[in-house]
């Protein structure tokens, strides 16, 4: 049972891989243990976002991942 979760653009950077498996479920708590702690500062952050199952949380903190879920850390974008 584990539960996928990306890390995009330079969030990929600063974990070191572009992905990782966690044991599942996986709340907020897990989530910022996971990731390590650099990655874990920038999710404090209010311009980063999760997504669970393919849709944006509007609450990141709510964030309860089941087995076979993608997890995926949504840097800030940038461009124009």
Do not use: H, Y
């Amino acid at each position: 049972m584990s539960v996928t979760i990306l890390f995009l653009g330079p969030l990929a950077d600063l974990a070191g891989e572009k992905e990782r498996e966690v044991d599942a479920p996986l709340d907020w708590a897990g989530l910022i243990d996971a990731v390590g702690a650099e990655v874990a500062e920038q999710l404090e952050l209010e311009r980063v976002n999760v997504a669970c199952k393919g849709r944006v949380l509007a609450d990141k903190r709510a964030l309860m991942a089941e087995d076979g879920d993608e997890v995926a850390l949504l840097p800030p974008v940038s461009g124009g």
